[in-house]
């Protein structure tokens, strides 16, 4: 679904502009959206401030950019992962599915926390177009866990998504936090009790 969102970040990614991107992808998420200045990813990306500016237009622009090209990625990847490792099971098994997925790409893509939770924290107008990027991927998970909670056979598919949705964020902050072992295992209980719950069978 495109959103006014999705719109208002998406320039022309010219050689530049890719450069741009990917300095920032990685400098914001290491280091935090408000540490990092224009000036640094200039010189990460072998650029001038003004072509930063010409192609994106203001660093919240760009801020929204990076948001928005993590959560086509996740997008791709979540649903492709899953139908990967549960190929031939229920779609319960998919339910539980996103949660090894979730520990695969917390893993490798995420390991200081969800990208869009450590922004959120930072981000706190609640007008800045990267807010809107997270809401918008927020609820997208939310949509793709009740469809699957939907084909689950779930008595009322809508409130075991919200759960899902709850105990895959929690995993992702306290992951962030290293306050739980593993929480992703943990989460993954939970969610089996709330799929047995929910007589989510099929």
């Known amino acids: 679904m495109t959103t006014q969102a999705t719109q208002t970040v998406r320039p022309r990614l010219t050689p530049a502009a890719r450069?741009?991107?990917?300095?920032?992808?990685?400098?914001f998420y290491n280091r935090g959206i408000t540490a990092v200045g224009v000036d640094l990813i200039?010189?990460?990306?072998?650029?001038?401030?003004?072509?930063i500016y010409d192609r994106y237009g203001s660093k919240d622009a760009l801020v929204a950019a990076?948001?928005?090209r993590r959560d086509e990625r996740w997008r791709t990847?979540?649903?492709?992962?899953?139908?990967?490792?549960?190929?031939?099971?229920?779609?319960?098994?998919?339910?539980l599915a996103t949660f090894d997925a979730l520990a695969t790409w917390m893993d490798g893509q995420s390991p200081r926390?969800?990208?869009f939770v450590n922004a959120a924290a930072e981000?706190?107008?609640?007008?800045?177009?990267?807010?809107?990027?997270?809401?918008?991927?927020?609820h997208?998970?939310?949509?793709?866990?009740?469809?699957?909670?939907?084909?689950?056979?779930?008595a009322d598919p809508g409130l075991l998504a919200d759960e899902l949705l709850l105990i895959h964020e929690g995993a992702t902050v306290l992951y962030g936090l290293s306050a739980v072992p593993d929480p992703v295992t943990v989460s993954r209980r939970l969610a089996e009790a709330a799929l047995l719950r929910a007589g989510c069978t099929a």
């Not at 200039?42 to 072509?51: D, E, N, Q, S």
């Not at 990847?77 to 339910?95: F, K, N, Q, Y």
């Not at 997208?140 to 779930?154: H, I």
């Open 19 to 27: 450069r741009i991107l990917d300095a920032a992808e990685t400098l």
């Open 140 to 154: 997208w998970l939310r949509g793709y866990l009740r469809e699957l909670c939907v084909r689950a056979g779930a």
């Open 66 to 68: 990076y948001l928005h």
């Open 77 to 95: 990847w979540l649903p492709a992962e899953v139908e990967r490792t549960a190929a031939g099971g229920s779609a319960r098994d998919r339910i």
């Open 113 to 115: 926390g969800c990208s």
């Open 123 to 138: 981000l706190t107008d609640p007008g800045h177009e990267g807010r809107r990027v997270i809401a918008d991927q927020k």
């Open 42 to 51: 200039a010189r990460r990306a072998g650029v001038t401030k003004k072509t």
